[in-house]
């Protein structure tokens, strides 16, 4: 479990973003927009690997659209949990960065701020750069950018505090309070 009893999770899948909302962990909104990585890097048309700025735009107006069906996200102020691979790439990349031992993800923490430098650090690389970075695999080199597109907007939109990461969804932690029960 995570020392948070308060937050927005965010899960980033290929074809859709599952984000939720929990207060005292407790389940209190949920929902699932049709926008996830590959979703987004189809929209992205690129040029050596960059992403023009058009298509940028056109990724975050659809976003934002979606966005814009969740007024429970707005002005939270509370921690943003990452679940699934490309938070767990995130933390990896700070951890890296930061020059951190190898340590269980679980519970990572990264200051918001981290995550908006990393968007803007990897729109500057191609994606041959991106899967030269430390941290992250060549898999997640072609995703990590519209990943992080999502990330962004989520942070602006609930004024995140902070970006944890959990290992676990709502699934095991659901299974979990059942056994803990027995």
């Not at 926008?35 to 735009?57: F, N, R, W």
């Not at 500057?124 to 990943?147: C, F, Q, W, Y």
């Not at 602006?156 to 309070?177: C, P």
Request: a positive charge; glycine letters at 8%.
């Amino acid at each position: 479990t995570l020392e948070v009893n308060c937050g927005i999770t965010c899960d980033i899948g290929g074809g859709s973003t599952e984000i939720t909302s929990f207060y005292n962990n407790d389940l209190v909104h949920k929902a699932s927009i049709p926008v996830g990585t590959l979703v987004l890097a189809e929209q992205l048309h690129m040029v050596d690997g960059l992403p023009l700025e058009d298509s940028v735009k056109q990724v975050y107006q659809l976003i934002e659209g979606h966005m814009a069906g969740l007024p429970w996200v707005e002005n939270q102020k509370v921690s943003l949990i990452g679940i699934g691979g490309s938070a767990h790439a995130m933390a990896k990349i700070d951890r890296h960065r930061r020059k951190l031992p190898r340590q269980n993800m679980h519970g990572y923490r990264m200051a918001v701020e981290n995550i908006l430098q990393m968007k803007t650090y990897f729109s500057s690389l191609s994606n041959t750069e991106r899967k030269r970075v430390k941290g992250l695999s060549k898999e997640k080199a072609d995703n990590i950018l519209p990943a992080l597109y999502i990330m962004e907007t989520l942070i602006h939109h609930m004024k995140a505090t902070q970006f944890v990461i959990s290992r676990n969804g709502w699934r095991e932690g659901i299974l979990y309070d059942k056994l803990m029960l027995l």
